[in-house]
């Protein structure tokens, strides 16, 4: 299917590397965010999540940074693959609450 | 299990055409949502439901309507299509009551209105 990341940021990096996407959210009061991954022509898969109240969290290969004082989350991948080319999201909300807002996306291109 | 499901994967109306996506999900999920995501946009909220009988409006709501008359079921209907609605439409789900808020979402359907 046609890609949607036909005018995002684009982060190019080469296999084995380690990647980092950033994202600024835009509510102070968000107290809940998180990272989505989303291949071409399919619907966005959950990477991983992060509570206000953690500034760090860390899943398979991926690691997620928070860093409310100015308003930013970052996602580190360690030892890009190439099945890690993607378009990446990051999500603010809430967490009792039932809306999530999702940022605009920086594609990851991981060069063999 | 199958999930989310979405359907049709690709539709084409005209302008003024009325039509409804159907979206299905078999993991008892109680929150339900639908999203437009546009190209170099991300995704933003259309409605959203909290359990059968519960809707509400999210960011761009105008031009869409959704009923929850059962827990799998969520469809999106667009009553007098415009161009401006032209994009890639996703249903989502989630379990409220786990610790997680992860969204569970499906394939997409795309429509084109002419």
Request: hydrophobic share 30%; glycine share 8%; net charge neutral.
């Amino acid at each position: 299917g046609e890609s949607v990341g036909l005018h995002l940021p684009t982060l190019s990096v080469q296999e084995g590397d380690n990647s980092i996407i950033n994202c600024a959210y835009s509510n102070s009061a968000s107290d809940y965010f998180i990272w989505y991954k989303q291949e071409s022509g399919k619907g966005p898969q959950f990477i991983i999540d992060i509570r206000s109240n953690m500034d760090k969290r860390q899943g398979q290969r991926v690691t997620v940074l928070l860093n409310k004082t100015v308003k930013h989350l970052s996602l580190q991948i360690a030892a890009t693959q190439p099945g890690d080319s993607a378009v990446y999201f990051c999500a603010e909300s809430l967490y009792n609450f039932n809306k999530f807002y999702f940022g605009s996306g920086t594609k990851l291109n991981v060069k063999p | 299990n199958a999930g989310v499901t979405q359907t049709p994967k690709f539709q084409v109306l005209k302008t003024g055409q009325s039509m409804t996506l159907q979206c299905a999900q078999d993991m008892n999920h109680e929150y339900m949502s639908w999203y437009r995501q546009d190209p170099g946009m991300g995704l933003r909220l259309i409605h959203y439901s909290v359990g059968a009988g519960i809707t509400d409006q999210g960011e761009v709501p105008n031009g869409y309507n959704v009923s929850r008359s059962t827990t799998e079921d969520f469809p999106l209907r667009l009553l007098s299509a415009a161009p401006s609605q032209t994009s890639v439409y996703f249903c989502a789900s989630s379990y409220s009551a786990s610790g997680s808020r992860e969204l569970f979402f499906g394939e997409g359907s795309r429509l084109t209105v002419l």
